[in-house]
DNA sequence: TATTAATCGAGACGGTACGTCGAGTCTTTAC
DNA sequence: GTAAAGACTCGACGTACCGTCTCGATTAATA
């Protein structure tokens, strides 16, 4: 049995005009943002031929994500959340890490410009919840299902709704550029979600 | 004190035209999306010449922009969100009727078109915040407000975190197709928020 | 009996707007040459209306017409050539102030531009064989027939041809560009004319 | 030496595409005229991009140039002038071909068209005098030089100006217009030429 | 002298074509 | 067989003018 064959033959791949062409794509993206984001120059950046590119990756999109993918697995974060029992100490020190990456335009400006490909097309945002967003998603729910078997979350809380208001207004603010994103703004976020919105008696 | 002129003079400007350009805007972003979105097709559609398009608005994403405002004003919405005293009533209501607009190809389909542009342009950002989203935000702020002050609300709250806690998830949700976007998920969002994510004693 | 109509009333007509128009293109068209050369352009020039334009003149081309036949008239050359009963003598004179007239980019390039509007409208050639060339060519014939009846030409030469001839050369090469267009070329051109090509015996 | 490099490296080049876009501007030159002769009606006619006329010419003109070039090669005439002996006779046979040519409109609409350009562009009037009419000029000059050696002209004619005075007419007849372009007309020219104007002893 | 109708400047309008960019496909040559 | 190179068709971009069409605001002949 085969699989879906989405690429020909990667025996005889070069190596080396990937990792460059994701390298140009990651740095022009930095560089000169979405908008002029354009096939030819990553080819022509990476010194590559348009045709290796589209041998290899259905769509701009799809180099991105390899692209952020490579970028993240180069960093090979931890493949957990830290757990020192303290959950909002553990959480804003998350947050605040996120606050930081959306702040390097080495990471940002791609990621902006992998959101509207993955906004636009419909496919490209499956396979973004499957191996980008989805692993990462994954391990933030690790950590909350210890916090809630440590008691510190509700019992009965919805826990992908807990992620999406911890993490949310964070891409929120970031991706509409709402308002000064900082520090201050994650441990307040954190605190709010925690102590929830009801007075406490 | 004169506005930032960014347009010729509009005393002659013809409304009928300026309407078949917003109306043709909004029913090829709901027909086509946003990828095949194109000027040229607008122009086409509402019998205008490029020209007039180019000479009302900087962009494609401001058309949509003010399609879309267009859109709302029609509607007219009430200019207060709903009090009847039971804030998680009525939070309820309002974004069970957010969940349903979004279910709407009309309305759905220039927003994710107008988000992308957002995205891209900081300029758009900067006037969407301040002219279509910032009104509504403002109105949401109030009811939040009306609820603080009945002690419905912990009087220390900040009520921007708590507005992008409530709706944010349903945004995100939408923006990037992460699951169903249903009314139960409304509620589950507004019982989340205002209960918070600690264990009730 | 009407006569063709084709142009509203002129009593109401404002002569300062049609001199300044006149003058626009003429000032333009030396400026910028013909492919440059839009009516929104001479309008803009002559701060007059597009329309102030289309209301008396059918065409660029008819504008060109009219401005230089303005110049003409400013000019209002001899109702005849020279006539001192030397042919070669006068033929020479007048060829020469052609030469001359072609090196003035204010009288040669309108006269380019409204020669491209000429070659391509039928009809406004009509009209300027009739009421630009015409009278120039009618005295130079008039001048022939004399030198004829004074026994200088050949009594069964065509003059028309005779008058191509001449004039010929000069306006090719200054139309083509074909080379230096210098009193001694006018020269040349009238003795080898007068002449003619086979060898004297 | 290398030549001043104006087009890409014409190795890749389509062969069928450079006469199909050769082949359209005849045929729509012929058809509709240099007023409405759009590079994207030829592009359109000929089935290529647009982008593949600006790719290898600089301009409509040099488009039309060389479909005419390719036309007088796919002719491919005779390398030299008729020479019988008879000058006047070779002169009325030549001639009178000229004035056919100027009869058939594949031919003389690209050419009016052709030299529209040639008269706006200084550019593509020198190539045109070097590689269109130049060739044509210097076997003219060629069968004066020997009808001159064998004593059938003046010796001291200047032939360039000898050549204006018999094809002049003609072209200029065809291009203004200016009266019936026939064999005999073009019979009278070369007598009128040959005989000189002033009467014979 | 006041009326009134045509002309005026201005410029928006629906269009056509411009010349450029980039998309995705195809072909040729080198390795 | 992959890769670099780059020509190809196609579609859209944003701009320049076209010729037509209103708009008040002159302005000049008529009442």
């Given at each position: 049995m085969t699989s879906p064959r989405r690429a020909p033959a990667a025996a005889r791949r070069s190596e080396a005009t990937r990792r460059a062409i994701l390298d140009a794509a990651l740095d022009l993206a930095a560089e000169v943002?979405?908008?002029?984001?354009?096939i030819e120059a990553i080819a022509a950046r990476a010194g590559a031929g348009k045709q290796t590119i589209y041998r290899w990756w259905p769509s701009k999109g799809a180099v991105l994500f390899d692209a952020l993918l490579a970028l993240s697995d180069g960093a090979d974060g931890p493949a957990e959340l830290p757990d020192t029992g303290d959950l909002e100490a553990d959480l804003k020190a998350v947050l605040r890490a996120t606050v930081e990456e959306f702040a390097d335009p080495r990471v940002s400006e791609p990621m902006r410009a992998l959101s509207v490909e993955v906004l636009l097309d419909e496919r490209l945002a499956a396979e973004y919840r499957e191996r980008l967003d989805g692993p990462v998603r994954a391990m933030k729910l690790r950590r909350l299902q210890a916090a809630r078997e440590a008691?510190?979350?509700?019992?009965?809380?919805?826990l992908d709704i807990v992620l999406d208001m911890i993490w949310g207004p964070v891409r929120d603010r970031w991706l509409y550029r709402e308002g000064p994103l900082t520090a201050d703004f994650a441990d307040a976020v954190v605190e709010t979600a925690l102590d929830g919105l009801r007075p406490r008696p």
């Open positions: 943002g979405y908008a002029r984001l354009s008691g510190q979350l509700a019992p009965d809380a919805d």
